[in-house]
């Protein structure tokens, strides 16, 4: 199982972007919990979003401009993250990280490699 966060790049402050994180691999898949993080250099990780079949939620700090959503809320296999009047201090590294249930291996933890959003002033 892959994860692959996607849909990042360089946006002017107020700007949007949506992100992917897509499960992928030769099996059935659905998608139990998911997370999205964010880090900027020098800076902690920080939680943004996180995502099941029995609701979401978001950083307190960001609700107002960010959406968490799935492709199927039964049966995700991607998760997106809708980032609205995009700020430069929202510049950072983000990635995703789910618990994953497939028919191969069974449930697992999996990390996702990032997408860089840049926010330009």
């Known amino acids: 199982v892959q994860l692959q966060a996607s849909g990042g790049g360089l946006v002017q402050a107020g700007g949007s972007l949506r992100l992917s994180c897509a499960a992928s691999?030769?099996?059935?898949?659905?998608?139990?919990?998911a997370t999205w993080y964010r880090q900027a250099p020098g800076m902690q990780r920080e939680l943004v979003a996180t995502?099941?079949?029995?609701?979401?939620?978001?950083a307190e700090s960001l609700k107002d401009r960010f959406r968490v959503s799935g492709d199927n809320p039964q049966r995700m296999r991607t998760v997106y993250l809708q980032m609205n009047n995009l700020r430069p201090e929202d510049t950072a590294n983000y990635f995703c990280?789910?618990?994953?249930?497939?028919?191969?291996?069974?449930?697992?933890?999996?990390w996702g490699q990032g997408t860089q959003v840049t926010v330009s002033s």
């Open positions: 995502i099941s079949n029995r609701g979401s939620t978001i």
């Open positions: 990280a789910a618990n994953v249930w497939t028919a191969a291996l069974g449930s697992g933890d999996y």
């Open positions: 691999g030769n099996t059935l898949i659905i998608i139990n919990t």
